[in-house]
């Protein structure tokens, strides 16, 4: 597959295209500076660019030659130097003088901490790792070695607690969905969940529940949830915090 990043100033899009049978492309981007990465099965990627798009214009004649690569490895570590297992790492190899990226890397780690990149190639990556237990760390301008693993280390996070009660009872409610919907750093906001798929924190027989990911550096917005009963927001939770109570009332319609 092919990936076409146009960027000018104030502006960015990403175009995903399809390569023909025969290996040649053909397609319609937007003006501006455009960067061009191929990626297949079995190859490290091929990039191209900076090329400079003009309204109206051509590019004409680019050649992208896939390499084999090499296993690339990262070691995820605690902070006492001890591997972090079934770690996940989720990134891509970003553009030149950009931070943006696809999200083309999905990786775990092994028993000894380790993440291999079957085919990698020395282009600057970005790559989230969270890990049940600590706080999850973003690693910009992360460039793999043939020769060594990089490594990276993260911090053991500080568990959030809270419970969930019934309103008009005030019993716990059991089974109640505690979600990361987005969390803040200081004027910047980052989108961390979505309101389906699995839930970052369940509650118990005693509506209790804990969150152990949190950053210490950044607030947070849950999305709490239970059948049966209307939804609430909690806004600037943060790690550590002890003892939030949300109580859930009745599912109110309209109509």
Request: aromatic residues 8%; glycine residues 10%; contains cysteine.
């Amino acid at each position: 597959r092919l990936w076409f990043r146009c960027e000018r100033p104030a502006y960015g899009t990403s175009i995903i295209a399809d390569v023909a049978h025969e290996g040649t492309f053909h397609h319609s981007i937007d003006y501006g500076t455009v960067y061009v990465r191929a990626e297949a099965d079995g190859y490290a990627p091929a990039f191209a660019g900076p090329l400079e798009a003009e309204p109206g214009g051509e590019i004409d004649g680019i050649e992208l030659v896939l390499p084999e690569g090499f296993p690339g490895r990262i070691q995820v570590n605690d902070e006492a130097g001890r591997p972090v297992r079934n770690a996940d790492l989720v990134g891509g190899y970003t553009y030149p003088n950009s931070s943006s990226y696809t999200h083309t890397i999905r990786l775990t780690t092994d028993a000894n901490g380790v993440a291999t990149l079957e085919h990698a190639t020395t282009e600057t990556m970005t790559v989230k790792i969270s890990a049940e237990g600590f706080e999850p760390r973003d690693v910009q301008d992360l460039v793999l070695d043939p020769g060594e693993a990089r490594v990276v280390v993260l911090a053991k996070a500080q568990p959030t607690t809270g419970v969930v009660l019934d309103e008009a009872t005030g019993q716990p409610l059991e089974g109640a969905e505690i979600r990361i919907l987005q969390s803040a750093q200081g004027t910047h906001s980052y989108g961390e969940n979505h309101a389906t798929g699995a839930a970052d924190a369940v509650t118990d027989a005693q509506g209790r529940f804990e969150l152990n990911q949190l950053r210490r550096d950044r607030q947070y917005l849950l999305f709490i949830r239970a059948a049966g009963f209307g939804y609430r927001y909690v806004s600037d939770v943060e790690a550590a915090d002890r003892n939030i109570t949300v109580a859930l009332g009745p599912k109110k319609t309209i109509g």
